[in-house]
């Protein structure tokens, strides 16, 4: 299964909001709503911040929101914040069978 | 507490074996499919495998087909990976990490042990 596409870096001013995009296709993004994306801060395990698309984990900032159209998903994160500062990675599932997206790396100026 | 913990890493030579454990505890394994993911500067999170609540579905990444044997054995609430023929590549940190939703299909993964390093060299 390959990879989903994602921009290698967004950056984004604190106070600002910000979408990363996934792109996959109708085997994976587009057939599935088990899509998730998880936060990677150096040091940290990954944490999950958005499940089936659009659900919060308890405990995640109302600033992270999730959406699907099509083959594509979007996190979106609103009132930047320094501690957002991160690596970002979707994920999907094609024939029973996980993947990840390229990830991207969030920077707050 | 929900809590995993892996466990088996090391530094072995190309080739050869080597088993991972992940110790759940705080919920109710046996009612979670569980995962393995790995990690690498390079490629970042790379899905390894998933077994299901029961042990009876499993899938593996495309890359380590026939390679990696995911088990879980749930009177003792551990999940195993098996990895044969290592290679260079096979080098990161393995997490091990449980489904969101019981009884359920593939889903997000909520929570992740700490990971174990493997060294192929």
């Known amino acids: 299964q390959s990879a989903l596409a994602q921009p290698a870096s967004v950056s984004g001013s604190r106070g600002q909001s910000i979408t990363i995009s996934c792109t996959g296709t109708s085997s994976d993004v587009g057939d599935y709503n088990s899509v998730s994306w998880y936060q990677l801060r150096p040091g940290t395990v990954p944490k999950l911040i958005i499940y089936d698309v659009t659900q919060r984990p308890s405990g995640v900032s109302d600033r992270f929101s999730g959406s699907k159209s099509g083959n594509m998903a979007s996190l979106t994160i609103s009132g930047l914040q320094a501690e957002d500062e991160a690596d970002y990675y979707c994920s999907s599932y094609t024939a029973n069978r996980g993947v990840f997206g390229t990830g991207t790396r969030l920077t707050v100026l | 507490q929900v809590k995993l913990v892996e466990s088996g890493g090391g530094v072995v030579q190309p080739g050869r074996s080597l088993r991972l454990s992940c110790a759940a505890s705080?919920?109710?394994?046996?009612?979670?499919?569980m995962h393995w993911v790995r990690q690498t500067p390079d490629k970042g999170l790379e899905w390894v495998a998933i077994?299901?609540?029961?042990?009876?579905?499993?899938y593996y990444g495309n890359s380590m087909k026939g390679r990696f044997t995911i088990s879980r054995d749930n009177s003792k609430n551990t999940l195993f990976l098996q990895m044969h023929g290592l290679r260079a590549e096979d080098r990161a940190v393995y997490y091990c990490?449980?489904?969101?939703?019981?009884?359920?299909?593939?889903?997000?993964?909520?929570?992740w042990g700490q990971g174990t390093t493997v060294t192929v060299s």
């Open positions: 705080g919920f109710s394994f046996s009612s979670f499919g």
């Open positions: 990490a449980k489904s969101i939703h019981p009884f359920s299909g593939p889903s997000g993964m909520d929570v």
């Open positions: 077994i299901s609540y029961d042990g009876r579905n499993i």
